[in-house]
């Protein structure tokens, strides 16, 4: 069953063609990376499917419902939701605060506590909930952001990055924490620049450049297709790994 249909997509930023024509559906309970060179328009793309940003043109559709025009919190409710690249947390409120609030769209306060605790325990960070979120370090904070997204109920969730800055241990429980979400129910798209981790956890990956879908397979079809060798992995492939 699709969950998720993007047809024609296409956002323009003054003179940058950030997304030009993405197209692809994704069944439920499949894990999809998204890889692409700095710049590729990866964020972007999920800005818009997440209603952030409004596309030029194109379709998005969750289920049976269409969201373009929508706001993010109606697309939230909906089911689909993102967590930021570049994490930003209320540093003087707790940590449970920082999730508790993102389970209000669904939730009244003393069960959106209840959620927010369940899902911080998801991401290993039950121990810290009433630290405040100022103090936590950098891979903490990433978790807590997933803990917030998770917070929502989504069906559909989108990582940005949540792996950057993550030692080789914290990368692995974040992998068998995607695996175990999927084995729930979930769909996930991923955007990672460690292809180790990428290749390893997704079932398909979609390869964007210069705002276009450049290819659309396994891992192994991918790390073999040329134009994918030659627009992205290459010889920096080792690099990110
Ligand atoms: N709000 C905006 N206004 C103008 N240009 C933008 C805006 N957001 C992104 N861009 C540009 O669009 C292009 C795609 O950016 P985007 O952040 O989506 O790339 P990315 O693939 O996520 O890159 P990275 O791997 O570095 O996170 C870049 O050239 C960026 O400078
Ligand atoms: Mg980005």
Redesign the pocket.
């Known amino acids: 069953m699709t969950i998720l249909n993007v047809r024609g997509l296409s956002k323009r930023?003054?003179g940058?063609q950030?997304l030009s024509d993405v197209t692809f559906a994704v069944p439920q309970g499949q894990i999809v990376g998204l890889i692409?060179?700095?710049?590729?328009?990866?964020?972007?793309?999920f800005?818009t499917l997440v209603g952030l940003?409004r596309p030029d043109s194109g379709t998005i559709k969750l289920g049976d419902a269409s969201l373009v025009g929508m706001k993010p919190h109606k697309v939230a409710a909906l089911g689909m939701t993102k967590t930021f690249?570049n994490v930003a947390l209320f540093a003087e409120s707790s940590v449970l605060d920082n999730v508790l609030t993102a389970g209000l769209l669904r939730h009244d306060v003393t069960t959106a506590r209840e959620q927010a605790l369940i899902c911080l325990d998801r991401v290993g960070l039950r121990s810290v909930a009433h630290k405040l979120a100022g103090e936590l370090s950098f891979p903490e904070r990433a978790r807590v952001e997933l803990a917030r997204a998770l917070c929502t109920g989504p069906k559909v969730l989108l990582l940005?990055?949540v792996m950057a800055a993550l030692n080789p241990v914290e990368m692995q429980e974040i992998m068998d924490l995607i695996r175990s979400l999927r084995d729930d129910g979930l769909t996930l798209l991923v955007?990672e620049?460690h292809m180790r981790a990428i290749m390893t956890i997704c079932d398909r990956i979609l390869v964007?450049n210069f705002?276009k879908l450049l290819a659309d397979g396994t891992a192994q079809q991918v790390a073999n297709d040329p134009v994918v060798i030659e627009a992205y992995l290459g010889r920096s492939m080792e690099a990110h790994t």
């Open positions: 930023f003054g940058l950030a692409g060179p700095n710049g590729a328009g990866k964020t972007t793309f800005s940003i690249q940005d990055e955007v620049h964007l705002g």
